[in-house]
């Protein structure tokens, strides 16, 4: 104890601390006169203390003054509050410090908006005074709750033996399937840097390079479109291991999670289910399902063989599929409700949708006519619709009308409230595809990456039906987040040098990005495999967030910009010079 009192932090003092001397530093959080006394809520990183100002000390007037945000230490005695005054929601609800002396720290300006509380406050408005958001209980939480989790994923690996390493930041181009942020070279004119969007040849050099257990926390740079769980830049926790099959990858990976769960949220997480990728499609219409329900696609082609409703008929004709959708409780819809949904499938890109609701009062439907009393008791048996729900029905081509169903099912999903927040079910897609068709550019890419091993027997498909290869490539995901993805790798370099030329590089393009990693396979590369999970959505996920934003100190906004540090921002022209660079955009500095 000092003179001045036992430093404490704002969340410590209980009841049995009455009568002691404590000093407190900290923000003030809220300010009440009343009765002649000034109470002031004391707020640091630990909690909040009640401090009181009596009107006989000097200092009554400067805490007249006292403004929220202000900083201030206080020396004073613990006391009991007055019976009928505790609060049960505060740690320190029991007691109050009765202050003797007060020092103003600092002062603050008016903050624009409320950090006493976490009503909702524009987003950009919050990022531009981070610092005042992050001081608010969510964010306090949240970033919290990531750091617990970044350590029990460190602590898992460590106990597994596994060597964190780092890799460069100024690096080659390594392909995700993402475009590249490039940084110029100043002592190499015209040269650039890419900034990697993981470390996945690095970490494959460093099974080369003997290191058979790798981990890395590592940062990714990607310039894609930004969405409510993508960044330009986030945090994977970047896992690779030599001699280990898909199962160990899997068994290691899942067992990390359950290890974080645990640790972060006292969760015990079951075991993850295994689905393969065409399953997934199949049962839940999107590679990513979001296992927290059931609710599963039903494909009842079988019902309409012989159905007189062209939609159905041409659709089947074609190849197609008829798949329906359970809606529990939704024959309680009036044909409004339906028109909505049916609009909202629209968006989603259905062509259309048909529904039957099975009310106690008899079974309706859009296309009454067209369906027959058998097809519709073959639907709802397929669908297990009972009556009070109501079933939908979508038909069209395969790809189409399993990611519209998949879609509707999540909707279904949010309006049954079957998408519980505090609810964690995890899963495996396997067996993906080794190829799927680029979105903008319509051409063949790789679904995970260049350096996924093929299916053993699937190297003779490479160049018969390249689409048809299946890779050794599997994804965690989680309450319909895809988590994360991984592979077993080619580690032959006569294999690596295949697959480019699958994705159609030649020789001399193989040379010029890819010749060094396929020199360093050629010196006696291990087997080996590894995953990436993100851990932005993890943390997402676990502190109950829709936006990787809220877990992430100092993200982006939605275009891609700093608005605390307004960053992009134009240059000095020296700089550019310096750099032999001059932008082609009018105005200063081309902004
Ligand atoms: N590099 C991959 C990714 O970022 C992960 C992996 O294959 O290990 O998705």
């Given at each position: 104890m000092t003179e001045r009192g036992m430093r404490t932090s704002c969340g410590a003092l209980r009841a049995g601390d009455e009568g002691r001397t404590v000093e407190l530093d900290g923000w003030v959080n809220r300010r009440r006169d009343h009765g002649g006394l000034i109470f002031v809520d004391l707020r640091d990183w630990e909690g909040v203390t009640q401090i009181v100002f009596a009107?006989?000390?000097?200092?009554f007037a400067t805490a007249e003054r006292l403004r929220h945000e202000d900083v201030i230490r206080v020396c004073g005695t613990v006391r009991r509050r007055p019976d009928?005054?505790?609060?049960?929601?505060?740690?320190?609800?029991d007691v109050e410090v009765g202050v003797a002396r007060l020092e103003v720290l600092n002062r603050s300006e008016v903050?624009?908006?409320?950090?006493?509380a976490d009503d909702a406050v524009d987003e950009n408005l919050r990022l531009e005074y981070r610092y005042l958001d992050l001081r608010r209980p969510r964010m306090q939480r949240n970033l919290r709750m990531r750091h617990r989790i970044v350590k029990a994923i460190r602590d898992f690996f460590d106990a597994r033996e596994f060597v964190e390493i780092e890799t460069p930041m100024l690096i080659k181009s390594t392909p995700e399937g993402a475009r590249d942020y490039l940084v110029p070279s100043r002592m190499h004119p015209g040269s650039f840097y890419a900034l990697p969007q993981s470390p996945q040849m690095l970490k494959q050099i460093l099974m080369v390079a003997g290191f058979g257990r790798y981990l890395q926390i590592a940062r990714c740079m990607r310039d894609e479109d930004l969405r409510a769980d993508r960044q330009p830049e986030f945090t994977q926790v970047d896992v690779e291991m030599s001699f280990v099959t898909q199962d160990e990858v899997l068994e290691t990976m899942e067992s990390c999670m359950r290890a974080v769960w645990k640790a972060a949220l006292d969760v015990d997480l079951p075991p993850f289910p295994r689905l393969t990728y065409d399953e997934a499609l199949r049962r839940y219409g999107s590679d990513k399902p979001d296992l927290r329900f059931g609710l599963e696609l039903a494909d009842v082609g079988h019902a309409f063989a012989?159905?007189?409703?062209a939609v159905f008929a041409s659709t089947l004709a074609r190849g197609g599929e008829i798949l329906a959708l359970r809606y529990p409780g939704g024959a309680a819809l009036s044909r409004r409700d339906f028109d909505a949904l049916t609009e909202l499938a629209k968006t989603h890109g259905a062509q259309g949708m048909v529904w039957i609701a099975r009310a106690a009062s008899g079974t309706k439907s859009s296309a009454a006519k067209f369906l027959s009393a058998d097809e519709i008791a073959a639907v709802c048996d397929g669908a297990a619709a009972a009556e009070g729900d109501a079933v939908l029905l979508f038909a069209g081509d395969r790809a189409a009308v399993r990611a519209t169903a998949g879609r509707m099912r999540l909707e279904v999903g949010d309006r049954c409230n079957l998408?519980?927040?505090?609810k964690f079910a995890f899963g495996w897609v396997l067996d993906f595809p080794y190829l799927d068709l680029d979105e903008a550019t319509g051409k063949p890419a790789p679904a995970h990456h260049a350096f996924s091993a093929p299916v053993d027997d699937h190297w003779e498909l490479i160049e018969r039906d390249p689409m048809a290869v299946r890779a050794q490539h599997y994804d965690m995901v989680l309450n319909g987040y895809e988590l994360g993805s991984g592979s077993i790798r080619i580690h032959r370099p006569d294999q690596q040098r295949k697959i480019f030329e699958m994705l159609g590089l030649d020789d001399a393009e193989i040379e010029a990005r890819f010749g060094f990693f396929i020199r360093a396979l050629g010196y006696g590369a291990p087997p080996h495999g590894g995953m990436a999970l993100g851990i932005d959505r993890i943390a997402m996920l676990a502190c109950g967030e829709d936006s990787i934003r809220e877990v992430i100190a100092f993200p982006k906004n939605q275009?891609?910009?700093?608005?605390m540090m307004d960053a992009p921002s134009g240059v000095p022209d020296e700089l550019l010079h310096d750099l032999n660079l001059r932008t082609t955009l009018p105005g200063p500095h081309g902004r």
């Open positions: 009107p006989e000390q000097d200092h009928g005054t505790q609060n049960p929601r505060l740690g320190t609800g903050p624009p908006f409320q950090v006493n012989a159905s007189e409703f998408r519980d927040p505090a275009v891609a910009r700093d608005v």
